[in-house]
């Protein structure tokens, strides 16, 4: 199995732009999640979906992200217009469900600097 | 709401010293706990995780951690470091909601 898939690995955009990131879960994974990483606050949950809806996006930091799963098979979190302080790294994470015993598996992650 | 409190941000060692990690958390209710590892330039690793049963549990490449209960305690543990132990350790909980709130990562650095 390749694991949890995210793209690009690497973006750099300037400050107004628009940042699409994408993720491929494990394949017969129903959970997903999306989970930011900077210095000042460490790793924080964005938003998590079960079976394509979306369960909890308290954490999403404002109206500024938005996230979808269209499918079992990718989702996408966007940044639009995106400001210096979403520099983070944006990693992604499956399991086989949110609940009980399961383990989340993480992607590489996406390295975000907005200028 | 649960929290996760990492005592030590960065940690020195010398190969074949014993670590151990300090993990807090506060949550009222029944508690899964884990520890991930994140080595330089990788992606997150589960190390070991506890969700029942035995409070001391192993894990991979000779980490342990023992589930305190009365403390709100999962101390990571390894009785002598390698230098290819030098990584980003995260402590996590997962109590009411199901996503996972992480501690800030402890640096831990093995010089040879």
């Known amino acids: 199995d390749a694991g949890v898939i995210q793209s690009p690995r690497h973006e750099v955009t300037e400050m107004g732009q628009e940042v699409t990131l994408r993720c491929k879960p494990i394949?017969?994974?129903?959970?997903l999640f999306w989970y930011r990483q900077t210095m000042m606050r460490g790793l924080e949950l964005l938003i998590y979906?079960?079976?394509?809806?979306?369960?909890?996006d308290s954490g999403m930091p404002e109206d500024r992200f938005s996230a979808k799963m269209p499918n079992a098979s990718f989702s996408t979190l966007k940044i639009q217009p995106s400001e210096p302080r979403d520099s983070a790294v944006y990693f992604c994470?499956?399991?086989?469900?949110?609940?009980?015993?399961?383990?989340?598996?993480f992607g590489p992650g996406t390295r975000l600097t907005v200028l | 709401a649960q929290s996760v409190s990492q005592h030590n941000h960065h940690v020195i060692l010398s190969e074949a010293a014993s670590l151990e990690l300090g993990c807090n958390y506060s949550?009222?209710?029944?508690?899964?706990l884990f520890w991930y590892v994140q080595y330089p330039g990788q992606h997150l690793q589960l190390l070991l995780k506890?969700?029942?049963?035995?409070?001391l549990v192993k894990g991979i490449k000779g980490f342990e951690a023992e589930f305190i209960k009365s403390k709100f305690s999962f101390n990571l543990r390894k009785p002598s470091v390698q230098w290819s132990d030098t990584a980003e350790y995260f402590c996590?909980?997962?109590?009411?909601?199901?996503?996972?709130?992480f501690g800030k990562g402890t640096h831990l650095i093995i010089q040879p």
């Open positions: 979906f079960n079976n394509n809806v979306p369960i909890d």
């Open positions: 994470a499956s399991s086989l469900l949110a609940g009980g015993q399961n383990e989340q598996f």
């Open positions: 949550y009222g209710g029944t508690v899964n």
């Open positions: 394949s017969g994974h129903n959970s």
């Open positions: 506890y969700f029942s049963g035995d409070p």
């Open positions: 996590a909980v997962k109590g009411g909601a199901d996503g996972l709130t």
